[in-house]
């Protein structure tokens, strides 16, 4: 044994315990993605550069490797990547529009991911392709995503009809938005026929992902205290069905209570989807029980909103309130980058606080660049 395999720790007469072995790694048995039903190993992929090309043309081939290759591109915060990713995104834009798109939400711990994992199993045996991505536009304040881990995932990761994503890290609320409506016009390209974007119920985050989905689903479980305050309008304003998560054991009987309060709170509220009655149901991620029956309702759902045409409406609403969304943020960056106004804002803000001249003087004092 030549002692260039020993661990530079070993003593100098050590046997050959302490030798060390490389292990050759298995290589995966398939690629995953709608369509591609070639088995061969598939080596670990190579650091090579891909030209938009190679981009468009893996992700319309259905590989899964270039289509995370092309999801990290688009995630890329530097400028030069910017430029090819939307070269990539153009390219594929005539491919997109044909998934399902299903958004979930509801508090942590509610269920989202066993909710996931429990339907997309379900969604499997019917030969669907699934795409998950998960959202958390507050991760650049709770500094890392809470979300989009695979373990609650564990028999769906593994499926070849199934791509998990976990939520695009840091970045502004923008930035995380953006990403996310473009990873899902990708994974459309790639063939996906089911999108579910999971995000955490607080604040924003819903009025996000409601922007970007089909289908808005809200998580609920009995006994978390929101039935009993009175129910707080704003999420379930925007919910197309509520779900009491975790009907099972003891829990019925609450899950059910809780069922009929929001099914008679909905009663006063305005429906988010026209020609929709937004439904109440209670499940079980854990034992599947109601689960099928939420699928269900989807699906009646989108043959309604099809047919009406609500549907394409909605979307066609969504791109355009994106392009503002877009140049919004734009704006507001190269404003904030502008030299002169990096300069003047530090003591415009001090005389705020320090109530030398009003908010709306110092607005506008900004907005004219007058010093
Ligand atoms: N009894 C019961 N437990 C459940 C059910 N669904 C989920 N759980 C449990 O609830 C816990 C949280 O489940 P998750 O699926 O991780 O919840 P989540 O909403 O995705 O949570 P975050 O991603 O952290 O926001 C886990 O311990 C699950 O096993 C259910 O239907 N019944
Ligand atoms: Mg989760």
Redesign the pocket.
Known sequence: MSNKNKPEWAPKNAGKEFATTVVKGKESQHDGVPGNTSTRTRKAPAKRKLSIENYVNGVLAHDRTILAQTITLIESNSEKHFEMGQEVLRQLLPHTGKSLRIGIT?????????????LGCQLMKEDLHLAVL?VDPSSSLSKGS????K??MEMLSRHQNCFIRPSPSGGKLGGVTRKTRETTLICEAAGFDVIFI?T??VGQNEITVRSMVDFFLL?KIAGAGDELQGIKKGVIELADAILI?????D?IKRAEIAKRDFANALHYLKSPTKGWTPETHT?????GDGIYPVWEMIKRFEENVRKSGVFEERRNQQNLGWVHDLVSERLLNVFYADPLIKAMLPQLEKNVINGKIPPTQAAWKLLNREL
């Open positions: 509801g508090v942590p711990g509610a269920g989202k991911s066993s909710f996931i994992e429990t998960a809470v979300l989009g881990d373990t609650r999971e955490v119920g998580l998560n975790k009907a099972d054991g829990n499940c079980s991620a854990l034992t």
